[in-house]
């Protein structure tokens, strides 16, 4: 190969041979983890980072093809890991066989009683009644519609937890679950977004941040539907689990390997299919539709596009990713612990993803998604190796050892994110691999 056939492969502004060398730079980054941690740790990785990548896809979505802040990331994966527990858990048959049928139907009539109270309170401007009058008529309407849902939630908790500690689930194949969490988080994001869409830019990242703060609230207290920070397990996998592996003759070693690359290949014929489709809408008329109101929504808006609708759109779509991603975590590590969630791993740490990869490019999403999840889990054990052997060179030299390595080491991680975010802004500020923006000629 000549120097210039060289200098040509090399060259970085071209966005596809960049793309290539970053990937192929993942690839080796995995197979060093193999290496190092064993084959059973690189399926784990894989199967996680691929799930964040689908989370990552769907705030691409959202903040690269709209412009639209969205801190409520932590919320809508609640609620696809929410979703999927109760459709794969095993049936509880103490619930189905005891009074919390009964007492849980009652409170969902209730519910519909608060909800046509509430909607009849507000046609009261039909016979008259207008202005103060009005609202003060909503609220009571709010105020006796709470009272009656509580009159009959409270006792059908408090009987489900004393008697069959939760619901349980329908047992159900995960997959279901997954699809599940997307429709939840779907309708999640559309409430949201006919309130909030209509808020600036950083009154709607305020707003999001209070409503998943108000999500977690709620799946981490209703115990008798979550079993709150009692945590669920096991999760079921569509997948042979490791025992069933085991029960053939595989060993523990090979059965881990088997067990967690068959789960990465359905994640990633089911993520094919999603990015294919993300690309394909995204490089078509609506695409271009969506990159015109996210650059000027007030020249868009005068050609008659209905901005704020479309933005309704992307931030329901976007959401849709998000919790099937966030179904998919739970089913794989077989646990469901509300009390797990944090802002800084499910909502920090997936806008990183899209800031370093390139807000706008999918490509640059998944790439975004694959290296920082890789960086974020391999940071601690690195650490922690790094910190033993100062420790120990501290205390040949009499200076005494490290103290707590293990915490600071898990420290390490949030340290090591501050200075890719660094580096990424200012020698890539649009990202490893930033949009490309294809014009007609």
Known sequence: MSAASESRWLDLDNPVKRGVILFVGIFVLVLAVGFVQGGANAGLLLSQALAYALIALGLNIQWGYGGLFNFAIMGLM?????????????????????????????????????????MAARQVNRIGIRGGWRTAVIVLAWFIGYVIYRSQIDPAAAYIEANAGFVGGLGLNPILGWALGGVVAAVIAYIIGRICLGLRTDYLAIATIGISEIL?????????????????????????????????????????IYARFGFFALLVVIFAVI??????????????????????????GSMGKNVTGRQLELFVLGSVLIGMGGAILVTFNQIFDPS??????????????????????????????????????????????????????????????????????????????????????????????????????
């Open 216 to 256: 977690r609230a709620l799946v981490k207290n209703m115990d008798w539907l979550t079993r709150g920070t009692q945590t669920v397990s096991p999760i079921p996998w569509p997948v042979p689990l490791p025992q069933d592996y085991q029960a053939n003759g595989v060993s523990i070693t090979d059965s881990f």
């Open 78 to 118: 609640m609620v696809g890991g929410t979703a999927v527990m109760l459709v794969s858990v095993p049936v509880n048959e103490t619930f189905w066989t005891g009074d919390g049928p009964m007492l849980l139907g009652r409170a969902f009539l209730a519910f519909l009683v608060g909800v046509a109270l509430v």
């Open 340 to 441: 797990s969630y944090q802002p800084i791993n499910h909502t920090f740490v997936v806008w990183v993803m899209v800031i370093v990869g390139g807000a706008g490019n999918n490509w640059g999403a998944l790439l975004g998604a694959l290296l920082i999840y890789i960086v974020w889990i391999i940071s601690d054990p690195l650490a922690q190796v790094i910190f033993v052997n100062l420790s120990n060179w501290s205390q040949s030299m009499g200076w005494g050892a490290i103290p707590e390595i293990d915490s600071r080491a898990l420290q390490m991680r949030v340290f090591i994110l501050g200075v890719i975010i660094t580096i990424a802004l200012r020698y890539a500020p649009k990202g490893l691999l930033p949009e490309v923006m294809r014009r007609e000629k």
């Open 275 to 300: 990015f294919y489709l993300v690309q394909r809408a995204y490089g078509g008329p609506w695409g271009r539709m969506m990159r015109a109101i996210r650059d000027n929504y007030v020249a868009a």
